[in-house]
């Protein structure tokens, strides 16, 4: 069922492979360019030793002394500008001058792009990422980061102001495709790759720059063997140069076929090819699209359309892309667009920029035909916050294996239900969980317990643990998030998702402080209940990156035969959270292993299956090769679906355990429940 996502992973570190080989065959021509110039130097220096000329060329020492340092200075480079940028995507969005939409704005345009790039988060099962805005009048986008958690959307004003919200939609569903389909980390190690090539230039002209000046005013046998370290000099930099040229070869041969994947997929989305062509159009009827930023040009395989003018383009042609998006002759696009320049330029741009783009009716006033779904369920009862098991809280099995089998597609019906949560979230809470301290509020009311002892212990911890900023916040939203769960406890997801762009920001002492409030919070009744765990390893895996300093690299190369116990553990999990007995749940765990193809498998008791094992199983499992992580999910997905429904629990429990395989899943929707 999540073939298709995983497929994708699989093809990305294909697609990894092939560059690495790239990299490699650039990489071993600039050590045989570097041993050359270094052996021709040594030759010349020597002019006046017999055979010295000889002996540069065929000394050892030269020829690995030469190679090595070279491989040296390109892997380190390449290494050290690759962890920089393993920080999250943040790091490439300030190099380009981009700043976070400040949480709450009040400007119209900046908050239709939040909504829309929320809406696309939740309808494909991504963390809500950080939108930064880049004061450039260019019409230009892209995603960046190393994970998922660390991902980040960069806008530039011009895409803001002058797109409307269908063709900003197709846009954001563009650079979606480049998140779920693996492009973000491929795109970081194209630039570390390039960065470590660059360095030789560098080098050359430092060289360069050192003989050229320390010659002057020399004596004559210094100014002779200064000039041959100026040649020298400008050899590395010619190298590097032709260092240059080869990355942008490469730069151009991974990036253009994924732009094509990722148009393909925007249309998928959105179910509207005429979004992202209108979009691919007025860029083409720009004079010019170009970036202002000098960072641009490291970073220009990141971007939705190309952002410098280059020998070598890293995207496809524009009429190319609208030919594809809209079934066409290309020929017949070309026409099309040399005919519109030809008879109104830049006046129809200029026209069309002046008009207002149509903005989004305000968040808790929208209504779409999907939130039928959720006035269904609101009207038919009512239940306390944390209760699982009334009817409307039940999804059926067909709803949750069309999200499974959806998993990172975000298409047209899930954005519309993404669209109708938002709109049921009050607009005092969408304002605050942007800002950070609301946002922590926000987690911390969801751990609320109905029991009035225990809520009176929470508000004490609150009170002696929390900052005064966040525990007046808790006091302020404690009536609307309590509504808001009460209505619909699907919507406690959201509401986590809405946070994490703000909790990003977390300084890392504050998002200790914060998870140890956390902790404290659930566990003072004594006991860990299954929301009160997924809050919290939500919580802990998407700031993992303050503690680590940057995204933890797992290789993931482990079989399921090898994570067997591993396995084992989650399914029983999986067993019990929806069995009404000991023989019901070994029943279901069983199945699942055989649909895993673990065979038959001892069955943990429910002592075994403590939250303590289960983070310890989701950890080891991250090492899961892509493969296998569909088994495992696929088996998990027939478990819960084992009795024909599922509670909200279950689809929480469900999507913790994607979410520890880094695999995005979708909300399940609402649909027809079988009764008893």
């Not at 500008?81 to 700043?99: H, I």
């Not at 895409?159 to 495709?177: K, W």
């Not at 390893?537 to 067997?564: D, F, T, W």
Request: charged share 20%; glycine share 8%; aromatic share 6%.
């Amino acid at each position: 069922m999540v073939m298709d996502f995983i497929g994708d992973q699989e093809r990305a570190r294909a697609r990894t492979w092939k560059l690495v080989v790239l990299f490699g065959i650039a990489v071993v021509a600039i050590c045989i360019a570097v041993y050359a110039a270094t052996a021709m130097l040594i030759g010349v220096l020597g002019a006046n030793v017999e055979d010295a000329s000889t002996v540069a060329w065929s000394d050892p020492i030269v020829i690995f002394g030469s190679v090595g340092i070279t491989l040296l200075v390109i892997v380190g480079g390449s290494l050290l500008k690759t962890v920089e940028l393993s920080r999250g995507g943040s790091v490439v969005a300030e190099a380009l001058g981009g700043k976070p939409i400040p949480p709450g704005t009040k400007d119209p345009l900046l908050r239709r792009t939040q909504n829309v790039v929320e809406e696309m988060a939740i309808a494909s099962g991504c963390p809500v990422p950080p939108v930064y805005l880049i004061d450039d009048q260019s019409i230009n986008a892209f995603a960046a980061g190393f994970t998922f958690d660390s991902a980040v959307i960069g806008v530039t004003r011009g895409c803001v102001e002058r797109l409307s919200r269908d063709e900003l939609q197709g846009v954001m569903a563009h650079e979606f495709s480049h998140i779920v389909h693996g492009d973000m980390r491929l795109n970081i190690r194209l630039t570390g790759f390039i960065f470590g090539i660059m360095v030789i230039g560098l080098i050359g002209q430092i060289v360069f720059r050192g003989a050229l000046y320390g010659s002057m005013g020399s004596r004559r046998d210094k100014g002779n063997a200064a000039l041959l370290f100026i040649v020298f000099g400008l050899l590395l930099t010619f190298i590097g140069a032709i260092g240059t040229f080869a990355a942008q070869l490469i730069q151009a041969a991974v990036s253009r076929q994924r732009e094509f994947l990722a148009d393909a997929s925007a249309v998928n989305y959105t179910r509207n090819p005429a979004g992202i062509a209108g979009a691919l159009r007025r860029i083409g009827g720009m004079s010019k699209n170009t970036m202002s930023r000098p960072a641009a040009s490291q970073f220009e395989h990141f971007f939705f359309t190309k952002a410098l003018s280059s020998a070598f383009a890293t995207h496809p042609p524009l009429p190319i892309r609208i030919a594809r998006i809209e079934h066409r002759e290309v020929e017949e696009v070309e026409a099309e667009h040399a005919a519109n320049r030809r008879s109104i330029g830049e006046q129809r741009v200029a026209m069309i920029d002046a008009k207002q783009p149509t903005l989004d009716p305000p968040p808790d006033r929208r209504i779409d035909p999907a939130s039928l779904g959720v006035a269904a369920i609101a009207s038919s009862g009512s239940a306390g916050v944390g209760s699982d098991d009334t009817n409307w809280q039940v999804r059926s099995a067909s709803e949750i294996r069309s999200s499974v089998q959806h998993m990172g597609d975000a298409d047209d019906t899930r954005i519309a239900y993404a669209r109708s949560l938002l709109g049921s979230i009050p607009s005092d809470v969408r304002d605050a969980v942007g800002d950070e301290f609301g946002a922590r509020a926000v987690c911390l009311l969801l751990l609320v317990d109905e029991d009035a002892d225990i809520r009176g212990r929470q508000a004490k911890l609150i009170d002696e643990q929390a900052d005064p900023a966040t525990a007046t916040e808790v006091m302020r939203l404690r009536r609307s998030v309590e509504n808001i769960v009460t209505s619909g406890p699907e919507l406690r997801l959201v509401l986590m998702d809405l946070a994490m762009p703000a909790l990003f920001r977390c300084g890392r002492d504050s998002a200790d402080r914060f998870l140890a409030l956390v902790d404290a919070m659930a566990a003072v009744d004594g006991r860990v209940d299954r929301f009160e765990w997924l809050l919290s390893r939500l919580l802990r895996s998407h700031l993992e990156h303050l503690k680590s300093g940057g995204s933890k690299k797992v290789s993931a190369n482990r079989s399921l035969q090898i994570l067997s116990n591993e396995a084992r553990i989650v399914l029983a999990m999986v067993a019990w959270s929806g069995s009404r007995n000991d023989a019901q749940a070994e029943s279901v765990f069983q199945s699942s292993a055989r649909a895993a193809g673990l065979g038959n498998l001892d069955f943990p008791q429910r002592h075994d299956c403590s939250v303590a094992a289960l983070d310890r199983a989701l950890d080891r499992l991250q090492r899961l090769r892509y493969g296998d992580r569909g088994r495992l999910l696929d088996a998990a997905v027939e478990g819960v679906c084992a009795d024909g429904r599922a509670t909200i629990g279950e689809v929480e429990l469900l999507r913790a355990l994607a979410g520890a395989l880094s695999c995005p899943m979708p909300p399940v929707l609402p649909g027809p429940v079988p009764t008893d």
